[in-house]
């Protein structure tokens, strides 16, 4: 079985910090990438961040200088840190792993359940 399991949301003020972790099972046998989507309210999901099996990055422009992505491979978990937040980065953050399962060479996406983050102003 398949699990996503994250960690790390909550309240914040402006300009305060957070870290989110994401744990995933070992049910997803070959991983190509971890990140981050997030959700705000009335809106579409998008990536806030995102890193590859080979170490590369990728940042939403809103979040880049302020998050940073990173992984454990070996505890196959990612975490983000979120400095300087604003309350427009108020959104349900979801964790996203992408790789293979069971005897399919497909590569599948696998999502968290979400956790919340909200900034007040």
Not at 67 to 73: H, L
Not at 75 to 91: C, G, H, I, W
Request: charged share 15%; net charge positive; with cysteine.
């Amino acid at each position: 079985q398949v699990q996503l399991v994250e960690s790390g949301g909550g309240l914040v003020q402006a300009g305060g910090s957070l870290r989110l972790s994401c744990t995933a099972s070992a049910g997803i046998f070959s991983i190509n990438s971890m990140g981050w989507y997030r959700q705000a309210p009335g809106e579409q999901r998008e990536l806030a961040a995102r890193v590859s099996n080979g170490g590369t990055t990728n940042y939403a422009d809103s979040v880049k200088g302020r998050f940073t992505i990173s992984r454990d491979i070996a505890k196959r978990t990612v975490y983000l840190q979120m400095n300087s937040l604003k309350p427009e980065d108020t959104a349900v953050y979801y964790c996203n792993v992408v790789g293979t399962y069971g005897y399919s060479a497909a590569l599948q996406h696998f999502w968290g359940q979400g956790t919340q983050v909200t900034v007040s102003s």
